[in-house]
T-cell receptor, first 114, second 112 residues
Framework: ETGVTQTPRHLVMGMTNKKSLKCEQH?????MYWYKQSAKKPLELMFVYNFKEQTENNSVPSRFSPECPNSSHLFLHLHTLQPEDSALYLCASSLGTGHNYEQYFGPGTRLTVT | AQTVTQSQPEMSVQEAETVTLSCTYD???????LFWYKQPPSRQMILVIR??????QNATENRFSVNFQKAAKSFSLKISDSQLGDAAMYFCAYCSGNQFYFGTGTSLTVIP
C-alpha cells in the first residue's frame, strides 16, 4: 500500500461521455501528477501540481481537464475523448517537485474509450 | 530533448541468477536524477533505485545495483539472486527539474 488511491480502477466510456478520474494521497505530500501509460510507449507525464497550483502541462489536449482542490486530491475530468485516449492513467504524489523527490504511484485507472 | 531508451522489451532470468537491464538516455543537462521503477502485474509502480548524476558511486539497494556511466549516458540495472517476485515491468526514468521521462519498459520473466 503506497498511500495513493485511484478510483475507478476501470472505466469504459463513449466518445460523447463526460467522466472524472479521482486520485487521493494519504502521505502528506504537496505535489501530485497525472501520467498516461499506453502499451509499448513511454510513460507520459501529463500534468504536475504543487501546493494545488499547476506547474506543468505537457501539451495535453483540452479534452483532459485537471483539477486539484487541495494537496491531497487530484481529478482528471474527461470529455469527448477519442479511442486513442484508451490507456492506463496513473496518479502519483511526492513531497515536493524536482528530481530529488521520490514519486509514489497509485494503481491506475484503466480507461477504454469506445 | 531528453529521451530514455530501453532496448530490451523482454528479458528472462533463471531464479537465483543475475540479470542486467539496459537503459540509455539523452540529455544536455548536467544535474539530473535517474531511476528504476518496477511495475508488477496489476500492481502499483514502485521505486527500485535512484542515482544522482553528480555522484560517481553506483547506487545499490540490497540485490539491486546500477552501473551508471555518465559519459556514455548509460544506466543499467543489475538484479542479483533473482527471485520469482522480481518478475515485473521495469522502467528506467530520467528527471531534471519538474520533468520526468520514462523508457518503454523491459518485461522481466523469472524462470523457476
Amino acid at each position: 500500500e503506497t498511500g495513493v488511491t485511484q478510483t475507478p480502477r476501470h472505466l469504459v466510456m463513449g466518445m460523447t461521455n463526460k467522466k472524472s478520474l479521482k486520485c487521493e494521497q494519504h502521505l502528506g505530500h504537496n505535489a501530485m501528477y497525472w501520467y498516461k501509460q499506453s502499451a509499448k510507449k513511454p510513460l507520459e507525464l501529463m500534468f504536475v501540481y504543487n501546493f494545488k497550483e499547476q506547474t506543468e502541462n505537457n501539451s495535453v489536449p483540452s479534452r483532459f481537464s485537471p483539477e486539484c482542490p487541495n494537496s491531497s486530491h487530484l481529478f482528471l475530468h474527461l470529455h469527448t475523448l477519442q479511442p486513442e485516449d484508451s490507456a492506463l492513467y496513473l496518479c502519483a504524489s511526492s513531497l515536493g517537485t524536482g528530481h530529488n523527490y521520490e514519486q509514489y504511484f497509485g494503481p491506475g485507472t484503466r480507461l477504454t474509450v469506445t | 530533448a531528453q529521451t530514455v531508451t530501453q532496448s530490451q522489451p523482454e528479458m528472462s532470468v533463471q531464479e537465483a541468477e543475475t540479470v542486467t537491464l539496459s537503459c540509455t538516455y539523452d540529455t544536455s543537462e548536467s544535474d539530473y536524477y535517474l531511476f528504476w521503477y518496477k511495475q508488477p502485474p496489476s500492481r502499483q509502480m514502485i521505486l527500485v533505485i535512484r542515482q544522482e548524476a553528480y555522484k560517481q558511486q553506483n547506487a545499490t539497494e540490497n540485490r539491486f545495483s546500477v552501473n551508471f556511466q555518465k559519459a556514455a549516458k548509460s544506466f543499467s540495472l543489475k538484479i542479483s539472486d533473482s527471485q520469482l517476485g522480481d518478475a515485473a515491468m521495469y522502467f528506467c526514468a530520467y528527471c531534471s527539474g519538474n520533468q520526468f521521462y520514462f523508457g518503454t519498459g523491459t518485461s522481466l520473466t523469472v524462470i523457476p
